[in-house]
C-alpha cells in the first residue's frame, strides 16, 4: 500500500513538473512564443534603421549641398527663381459636363 501511494506521488510530482516544463510562465510554448515576437521585432527594427539611413542621407545632402535644396524647394514647395516663367499645364477631362 505505501509502494502504491509513493507511485501516485512521483505520478502526481512529475506530471506537475512536465506542466510547468510545457504550458507554464517560462515553458516551452511561452518561449517560442517570445521568440518570434523578438524575430518580429528585430525585422521592424531593421527596416526601421534602412529608413533611418536613407534619412539621414537626405539630411546630410541637404546640409551639404545647395543644389540639393534647391530641388527639394522646386519639387516639394514649387518655388521658382526669378526671371523663370511658371507654366501649369492641366491634362483636358476626356468628361466634359
Given at each position: 500500500?505505501?509502494?502504491?501511494?509513493?507511485?501516485?506521488?512521483?505520478?502526481?510530482?512529475?506530471?506537475?513538473?512536465?506542466?510547468?516544463?510545457?504550458?507554464?510562465?517560462?515553458?516551452?510554448?511561452?518561449?517560442?512564443?517570445?521568440?518570434?515576437?523578438?524575430?518580429?521585432?528585430?525585422?521592424?527594427?531593421?527596416?526601421?534603421?534602412?529608413?533611418?539611413?536613407?534619412?539621414?542621407?537626405?539630411?546630410?545632402?541637404?546640409?551639404?549641398?545647395?543644389?540639393?535644396?534647391?530641388?527639394?524647394?522646386?519639387?516639394?514647395l514649387g518655388m521658382i527663381?526669378?526671371?523663370?516663367?511658371?507654366?501649369?499645364?492641366?491634362?483636358?477631362?476626356?468628361?466634359?459636363?
Amino acid at each position: 500500500m505505501k509502494q502504491r501511494l509513493a507511485l501516485v506521488v512521483l505520478c502526481l510530482v512529475l506530471s506537475g513538473l512536465q506542466y510547468r516544463l510545457w504550458i507554464g510562465d517560462g515553458g516551452v510554448f511561452d518561449t517560442r512564443h517570445l521568440q518570434q515576437v523578438v524575430d518580429q521585432q528585430a525585422e521592424s527594427n531593421a527596416q526601421l534603421q534602412l529608413r533611418n539611413s536613407v534619412l539621414e542621407a537626405e539630411v546630410a545632402d541637404l546640409h551639404n549641398s545647395g543644389a540639393a535644396i534647391e530641388a527639394h524647394a522646386r519639387s516639394e514647395l514649387g518655388m521658382i527663381r526669378k526671371g523663370e516663367t511658371f507654366y501649369l499645364v492641366v491634362a483636358a477631362n476626356s468628361q466634359q459636363q
